[in-house]
């Protein structure tokens, strides 16, 4: 009798495999790691506005301190710090939204223009009056426009935690809160700070005795908003940073 001899056709066909998400899981490592990557550059530049900050509080000091042509220096000088620092405030500022809203529409571009304009504005001013150009009228003029840009700039302060909302995984719900909180409370000061120096910077230009001394205080009160800005967004996003590893 004759057999059949049966194969399993099963096995001779060629494994099926599975598509794979490498694209996908690419493009996610990307983008977390480009996050990563402006967050710290974030954190850099507010550190280093905290630091300018404190410098500018010193340099005013001294200034008011002191006698003869030194304050007028310290004045200078301290334009050209606090103008340093608003546009490392700026700078950081725009890497922390390029990282909170990976692509979104322009929101707080303006203040953030704001900030880095008007540090470079500060700066130039410094400089100026430091070759003897105008010193009294522009250091007092610097001291404003770093007021007024502080006070601008207390929007995009107050406005970073809901930028990184979404983004604070691991982190328990009332540190959550204490680090928004704080930067809430930086915000405020910064705006009440901008305020102060704007007034201050309005009545050295106005008046023709203690222009320097007001100034110097105008920049004293001004280092004050800028290390307190600086301390509380370098804290936050350190934070953030902490949680996300």
Same mark, same amino acid.
């Given at each position: 009798?004759?057999?059949?001899?049966?194969?399993?056709?099963?096995?001779?066909?060629?494994?099926?495999?599975?598509?794979?998400?490498?694209?996908?899981?690419?493009?996610?490592?990307?983008?977390?790691?480009?996050?990563?990557?402006?967050?710290?550059?974030?954190?850099?530049?507010?550190?280093?506005?905290?630091?300018?900050?404190?410098?500018?509080?010193?340099?005013?000091?001294?200034?008011?301190?002191?006698?003869?042509?030194?304050?007028?220096?310290?004045?200078?000088?301290?334009?050209?710090?606090?103008?340093?620092?608003?546009?490392?405030?700026?700078?950081?500022?725009?890497?922390?939204?390029?990282?909170?809203?990976?692509?979104?529409?322009? !929101?707080?571009?303006?203040?953030?223009?704001?900030?880095?304009?008007? @540090?470079? &504005?500060? $700066? +130039? %001013? *410094? =400089?100026? #009056? /430091?070759?003897?150009?105008?010193?009294?009228?522009?250091?007092?003029?610097?001291?404003?426009?770093?007021?007024?840009?502080?006070?601008?700039?207390?929007?995009?302060?107050?406005?970073?935690?809901?930028?990184?909302?979404?983004?604070?995984?691991?982190?328990?719900?009332?540190?959550?809160?204490?680090?928004?909180? !704080?930067?809430?409370?930086?915000?405020?000061?910064?705006?009440?700070? @901008?305020? &102060?120096? $704007? +007034? %201050? *910077? =309005?009545? #050295? /230009?106005?008046?023709?005795?203690?222009?320097?001394?007001?100034?110097?205080?105008?920049?004293?009160?001004?280092?004050?908003?800028?290390?307190?800005?600086?301390?509380?967004?370098?804290?936050?996003?350190?934070?953030?940073?902490?949680?996300?590893?």
């Amino acid at each position: 009798m004759a057999t059949l001899e049966t194969h399993d056709y099963r096995n001779s066909l060629p494994p099926t495999t599975e598509p794979r998400s490498t694209v996908t899981t690419t493009s996610t490592d990307g983008t977390a790691a480009r996050a990563d990557t402006s967050m710290q550059v974030a954190a850099g530049g507010t550190t280093g506005e905290a630091l300018a900050g404190l410098a500018v509080i010193v340099l005013a000091i001294i200034g008011l301190a002191t006698t003869g042509n030194l304050p007028f220096y310290m004045a200078g000088i301290c334009a050209l710090v606090a103008g340093g620092a608003l546009v490392l405030l700026g700078m950081s500022m725009a890497a922390r939204l390029m990282s909170a809203l990976e692509g979104s529409g322009g !929101a707080g571009v303006g203040g953030l223009s704001a900030e880095f304009c008007g @540090g470079v &504005a500060a $700066v +130039i %001013l *410094g =400089i100026l #009056a /430091l070759i003897g150009l105008y010193p009294m009228t522009l250091v007092a003029v610097a001291a404003l426009v770093s007021g007024a840009v502080l006070l601008l700039g207390c929007c995009a302060t107050a406005g970073s935690s809901s930028f990184s909302s979404g983004r604070w995984s691991g982190m328990s719900e009332s540190n959550r809160v204490v680090v928004q909180e !704080a930067t809430n409370a930086a915000a405020g000061l910064q705006a009440l700070i @901008g305020i &102060a120096v $704007v +007034i %201050l *910077g =309005i009545i #050295a /230009l106005a008046s023709n005795l203690h222009t320097l001394s007001l100034t110097l205080v105008a920049f004293l009160i001004l280092g004050v908003g800028i290390m307190a800005s600086g301390s509380a967004l370098s804290a936050k996003m350190m934070t953030q940073l902490f949680h996300r590893r």
